[in-house]
């Protein structure tokens, strides 16, 4: 079987690309962002490539490239294009992919679809990254949730930030969910430094056997 994993958040902005150049450099896997929306800075898959060091090989192409950082759906339409579902296939590669959504799962594509309709689609595990801090019980539990309604597996969660271990123990129970781990916050972010932060604070092999 193809180990697959998709990559998700909560919110935007709490760290899961650097979760996800993580996962992809543990994994020796391929990488891809179906949209990017922003093209002035380092995009997503910049920073998964600079962050794993993987060969080139390893980042896929986007199926959009979105000029304005906004919502998708806006920057499409701000660009004169309108994003097609039917593009939005996953890839087929040798060896594992992880793939990453932009922000959280209601991020709308277009007026009418929202990433976890596209998540649904493809049946994929997700990883759900979750921050530490205030008002995240009530963040992830919701996305718990949508992603249930679904009927999108789902992989886990991960957590980013600093330990807090009665948040992260109630997401658990009331969300029933599997915590992965806990990736802290990082100074001096480079590749070295986040592949010891994840092999000290994720077990792949776990996290492999729960990928179905």
């Known amino acids: 079987m ?17 979760f996800a150049a993580a996962l992809t450099g543990a994994l020796n896997a391929r990488y891809w962002k179906p949209v990017q929306s922003g093209l002035e800075d380092e995009t997503d898959s910049d920073i998964v490539a600079r962050l794993s060091k993987l060969p080139a090989e390893h980042i896929l192409p986007e199926a959009y490239r979105l000029s304005a950082p906004v919502s ?17 296939a996953p890839p087929t590669c040798a060896g594992p992919l992880v793939i990453e959504g932009a922000g959280g799962l209601m991020v ?6 929202v990433f976890a309709d596209v998540f649904a689609r493809w049946r994929i595990p997700v990883i759900l990254c979750a921050r530490t ?11 718990i949730e949508a ?16 330990e807090n271990a009665d948040t992260q123990a109630t997401i658990e129970a009331i969300g029933q969910v599997t915590v ?4 802290p916050l990082l100074e001096n972010l480079t590749c070295e430094i986040l592949r010891r ?12 056997e729960t990928r179905a």
């Open 197 to 208: 932060a994840f092999r000290e604070n994720f077990d792949t092999a776990s996290l492999m």
């Open 108 to 113: 709308p594509l277009t007026k009418n679809m």
């Open 133 to 143: 801090s205030l008002g995240t019980i009530n963040h992830t539990l919701l996305s």
């Open 72 to 88: 998708p759906h806006l920057s499409a339409r701000l660009d004169g294009v309108e994003i097609d579902p039917a593009r939005l």
């Open 180 to 183: 992965l781990g806990r990736l």
């Open 147 to 162: 992603l249930r309604s679904r009927d999108i597996p789902i992989c886990g969660v991960a957590f980013i930030g600093p």
């Open 2 to 18: 193809t180990v697959r994993f998709v990559v998700t958040g909560t919110d935007t902005g709490i760290g899961k690309t650097v």
